[in-house]
């Protein structure tokens, strides 16, 4: 019976796929750089937010362009309504500005800490449950803000430490202009989509080989992954063959957004790939995702959603930007950009007699912007264990108050 119990406490000890408990010095480190990410956001001008961990199936259904039903962890409430933990971020706070500020027709600018809940399924291996360290502009629709978040991505990047990354950027109508004037049914454009996104170019070619598609836009599909050297040419080569003057629009924005990172002095940090496409159909305009070497995941996105609050009842154009810090950290940890972390503080050692002037040191030290750990000393124990146990914690320092009430010297644990 006893052999039973220890098995299904071994069990409890486990947790469950895609999620992880994060402690000591691994904590220690997310903490500062999620710190230093929210200063970068709020010396922007963004201000914090908080929304629910779950909410009504409704607000991220596939209608509003966010995650699958299959990618939610979804449950009931007494009234039978069908709830999920929140997948994504930016719905939620649409939500909120749909709500709360349904007059205001200048900026607004959020921004937040929070965790995602996504069921990745078979995918082992794959957090599904990740902290965002994110922002949203609304009522701004113009070029400086889609430049602005891209700026703000990358400096963000930056303070957290890491020192080598690439944001590829493109434009969410760009393929569907495309697609629409090249006349392709729904069946055709989610098989080029799959194709385009696994970058399988050569199923691209065989695809459209298949198709009656006009040369010129034949072409385009093809050689859009190439175009990405010098976005003068290859907005130019699409021009060319494309009469749709959304894809122009488009092709426009991009260049108009070159622009402006150049007066940021930014570019170098971004990529123009005029076959990215956008993880949800929410996404109206310039979409974003940055990448470092240690990490085949995007640690950032982000993108312009013009048409998604609308859907909660105000017109409010926005553009929203969302790091990932857990794969940040795998990327910074896998870079080596963390050096070791020490936990710090004094451990101060006191037997019970002196009580009362241990609780007086740890006081003044405190106040004296010290951090102290107290613990009461056992008979039954000798310095020596305290110290090695201060050196297991991580502590800089011990002191020892005797019996007699006087302060040994400070004990180094480092």
């Excluded at 034949?218 to 907005?235: D, M, Q, S």
């Excluded at 488009?250 to 260049?255: F, G, H, S, V």
């Excluded at 005029?274 to 159909?281: V, W």
Aim: hydrophobic content about 40%.
């Amino acid at each position: 019976m006893a052999g039973t119990e220890n098995t299904k406490a071994s069990e409890l000890l486990h947790t469950p796929g895609g999620v992880r408990d994060i402690y000591g010095s691994a904590c220690a480190r997310k903490l500062e750089v999620q710190h230093s990410l929210e200063q970068v956001m709020h010396s922007y001008g963004f201000r914090n937010v908080q929304t629910p961990t779950f909410e009504y199936f409704d607000i991220f259904n596939k209608e509003r362009g966010t995650a699958a039903s299959n990618e939610m962890f979804k449950f009931f409430d007494r009234g039978n309504n069908t709830l999920v933990l929140r997948p994504d971020m930016t719905p939620a706070i649409a939500r909120c500005v749909a709500k709360y500020f349904r007059e205001e027709t200048e900026q607004m600018r959020f921004c937040y800490t929070a965790q995602t809940f996504v069921s990745t399924g078979q995918y082992k291996g794959k957090l599904q449950e990740v902290t965002q360290v994110g922002a949203e502009l609304f009522m701004d629709d113009s070029s400086d803000a889609d430049a602005e978040m891209l700026a703000l991505t990358i400096e963000c990047l930056l303070e957290s430490g890491l020192k080598e990354f690439q944001i590829e950027v493109g434009h969410a109508d760009l393929f569907r202009a495309l697609v629409e004037e090249a006349g392709f049914e729904e069946e055709t454009i989610e098989t080029l989509r799959d194709l385009i996104e696994s970058k399988n170019f050569f199923g691209v070619e065989e695809l459209l080989g298949k198709l009656t598609v006009q040369q010129g836009l034949k072409e385009v599909f093809v050689k859009l992954p190439e175009l990405l050297e010098n976005l003068k040419e290859a907005a130019d080569f699409v021009r060319a063959r494309s009469k749709s003057e959304r894809v122009y629009k488009a092709l426009e924005r991009l260049e108009k957004l070159e622009e402006i990172l150049k007066i940021y002095g930014l570019e170098d940090y971004v990529t123009i790939d005029l076959s990215m496409l956008s993880h949800y159909s929410y996404y109206t305009g310039v979409v974003f995702r940055a990448y470092t070497y240690g990490n085949g995941e995007a640690i950032a996105s982000g993108g312009r959603y013009d048409g998604l609050v609308a859907q909660f009842g105000k017109e409010a154009p926005a553009i929203g930007l969302v790091i990932v810090l857990d794969q940040l950290m795998i990327a910074m940890e896998r870079q080596k950009l963390f050096g070791e972390t020490a936990l710090g503080g004094t451990l101060l050692v006191y037997p019970k007699e002196v009580r009362a002037q241990a609780l007086q040191e740890a006081k003044k030290m405190r106040e004296g912007g010290q951090v102290v750990q107290m613990m009461r000393k056992s008979s039954k124990k000798e310095i020596e264990e305290y110290v090695a146990y201060a050196k297991r914690n991580g502590n800089d320092s011990l002191i020892y108050l005797t019996k007699d009430g006087e302060k040994q010297q400070m004990i180094e644990t480092k």
